[in-house]
């Protein structure tokens, strides 16, 4: 079993900037792909960014690429999300999440945080 507690999100105007990050427990945390989703009300949750086990590999949505960066610390047992250049598109809950193989598919992660709001505004 993983926990995953995410914190970091909020209210900020477009072209700003945030960077949530997301603490785990449990198992270790060097075992896990992390990634990140955004979810808005009536769609299902859309991969931002994975990272591999030794953040040697990344990816990213289309629409975050450039401006949104994942990263990892495994001493900390933490990934965070550097959110740059915000818009209000952006507007989404965000949630961390763990797998064991890498994946764009929500469905591959086994291990969700309860999310956390991010609002941009115009």
């Known amino acids: 079993q993983v926990q995953l507690v995410e914190a970091g999100g909020g209210l900020v105007q477009a072209g700003g900037s945030l960077r949530p990050s997301c603490a785990a427990s449990?198992?270790?945390?060097?075992?896990?792909?992390m990634g990140w989703f955004g979810r808005v009300p009536g769609k299902d949750r859309e991969l931002v960014a994975s990272i591999s086990w030794n953040g040697g590999r990344t990816a990213y949505g289309d629409s975050v690429r450039g401006r949104f960066t994942i990263s990892r610390d495994n001493a900390k047992n933490t990934v965070y999300l550097q959110m740059n250049s915000l818009n209000p598109e952006d507007t989404a809950v965000y949630y961390c999440a763990a797998a064991t193989e890498v994946t764009r598919n929500a469905k591959g992660y086994n291990y969700w945080g309860q999310g956390t709001q991010v609002t941009v505004s115009s």
């Open positions: 449990g198992r270790p945390f060097s075992s896990y792909v």
